[in-house]
């Protein structure tokens, strides 16, 4: 399988059937694209089930990488680009950007939320149940969530998820994959 972002690429097992003498035809068959949308987000979190410094509040800039695959139509496309992307991007910046990601337990909720300051539960906000902590391995599994969620309520057939990475630092990254 190949992955697309801005350009098309595709990944195709081709047969070659033998026609009239010397002539030949190509035929492509069960093609699979895939294609990714980017987007990054600024958000604080805080592990302290893991005690050391992830104890403390700080800050990552995210990087998320999302890639949905299917059978191009006869359109060419497997899912409306814009809308996927800008979905996603939707999501993230109000659920995500410029706030907190913390535990269900996390002490700091009730304090976050009594001064109205923006703070993203997990373990009970849409869609992150049975995710307790903010880990970068959850923030993947939630962003998958958010876009199965999405592609389900498109209703593109033969659309899924098959990876989404996201990085909180350039050296620690997690991948959710199919
Ligand atoms: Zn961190």
Not at 131 to 158: K, M
């Amino acid at each position: 399988m190949a992955e697309r972002t801005d350009e098309l690429a595709r990944d195709a097992t081709w047969c070659e059937e033998e026609r009239e003498g010397d002539c030949r035809e190509i035929r492509q068959t069960a093609a699979t694209t895939a294609v990714t949308v980017r987007h990054n987000f600024e958000s604080a979190h805080r592990l302290p089930q893991l005690g050391g410094k992830c104890h403390n509040l700080h800050g990552h800039s995210w990087w998320v990488e999302a890639t949905v695959a299917g059978e191009a139509g006869a359109d060419g496309i497997v899912v409306e680009f814009h809308d996927l992307k800008s979905y996603l991007r939707e999501w993230i910046d109000e659920n995500l950007d410029h706030g907190a990601m913390l535990g269900s337990e996390d002490e700091l909720v009730p304090a976050l939320n009594a001064a109205n300051s923006k703070v993203f539960v997990f373990g009970k906000a849409d869609p992150s149940f049975g995710l307790s902590w903010p880990t970068v391995e959850n923030v993947a599994e939630l962003l998958s969530r958010v876009t199965a969620g999405y592609l389900q309520s498109r209703g593109w057939p033969g659309v899924r998820v098959s990876r989404v990475v996201v990085r909180e630092t350039h050296v620690n990254a997690a991948e959710v994959s199919w």
